[in-house]
């Protein structure tokens, strides 16, 4: 068995004299003492990085970034920095953006089921667009416009049929989704007629989004192609094709870079005669292989004949991907980055539940053992922003390192932090 393979790192991951993982400069065994664990560490170079690879593929104003991968005050504001526009599928998530000083007009607002509370709190604001999902959705437009006047810019959300290769609770791109107005039934034109009648919203584009983590350029290509062939006769000004770039999570994963990704899509929306602007939600993308998880290992118990079980200091409750879809990630030890994983385990969590797994078949050196820091890559994405507080297990805290200095951006929740909503 092999050491954990480098490219899963973040870019700034580099390996000491002594073999241990520094990360943008700063140890890891030290940000663990700093900061504790579980802590979900950042390389913010590499998140940099990844917004310039978007905004270069699609150009300024062309890369919505998808905040329900990962958001807080300093992710919302670095992401805005470097030129991108704000994806919010909730009041919270628009909540957290415009705190973070991002301006409504940056801020698009998503879901499939919006109150008519987030909705007035969208056109309130003034947020650049507003991403229409369903009939239900004009009719309480239609409402805000009766009571305040409201007349926001809107995209309506088209499922275009198109079936991602990716987990079927990621993919909506189908006929068979909850999200959007499905093209094929007759949904999606209904919609565009309905609302360009409408006085209570300005149609200014269509947009789909096939699912996430998906691998194959293709799937973009064919997705591209259907909106093309559905949007051009139509002449809206804009046309959002989505996020949904996949990245590697284990050895052996290969997905498209962000600039081949921009390339394929521009280059068959120009071929199919699209004249709108074209733009891209991603998320996972930006963030996923920026970050890493850094746990210590708790418990090691083996079973002979049977398998040796890994606990360490966190689980489902900072990363419940592999519980929701049978993720795989790679793990490793911190002090030893290039040590053989000669040992299979499975990894769990301290959650009161088997089903607590981060990892059912990790490989790490056959000396782990009780006490060692345990990192986990590519957890930048639906990591942290898919946390929950399952045992009142208190979510850990977010780092930001660059240039050998780290930066708390969120701190770890305390006790007084759980009950804050618990009025007795
Ligand atoms: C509408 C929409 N846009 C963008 C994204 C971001 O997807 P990803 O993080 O895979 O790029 C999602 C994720 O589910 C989404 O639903």
Partial sequence: MTAVPLGLLPDNATVADDGSLLLAGCRVADLAAE?????????????????????????????????????????????????????????????????????????????NNKSIAELRAAADAGVRHIVVDSFDELDRLDELHAEFGSTPNVLLRVTPGVSAHTHEFIATGQDDSKFGFNLGNGDAL???????????????GLHCHIGSNVFDASSFAKAAAVMADFAVPLDLPELVLGGGLGVPYVEGEEAPTITQWGNVLLDACAALGVRSNVSVEPGRAIVASAAMTIY????VKHIPDVRTYIAVDGGMSDNPRPVLYGSGYESFLPRAVTAERDMTARLVGKHCESGDVLSFAAKLPGDTAVGDLLAMPVTGAYGHSMGSNY??????????VGDGDARLVVRRETHDDLMITDLG
């Fill in 391 to 400: 045992n009142k297990i208190t979510r850990p805290p977010v780092v930001f």
């Fill in 35 to 111: 900061f504790g664990t579980p802590v979900f560490v950042y390389d913010e170079a590499h998140l940099r990085a990844r917004c310039r690879e978007a905004v270069d593929a699609f150009g300024r104003d062309r890369v919505i970034y998808a905040t329900k991968a990962f958001l807080c005050k300093a992710m919302a504001r670095l992401a805005y920095d470097e030129g991108l526009l704000l994806d919010v599928a909730s009041g919270g998530e628009l909540a957290v953006a415009l705190a973070a000083g991002v301006p409504p007009g940056a801020c698009t607002l998503h879901g």
């Fill in 296 to 299: 210590t290992v708790g418990t």
């Fill in 190 to 204: 209904r919609a565009v007629d309905r609302a360009r009648r409408s006085a209570a919203v300005e149609l200014v």
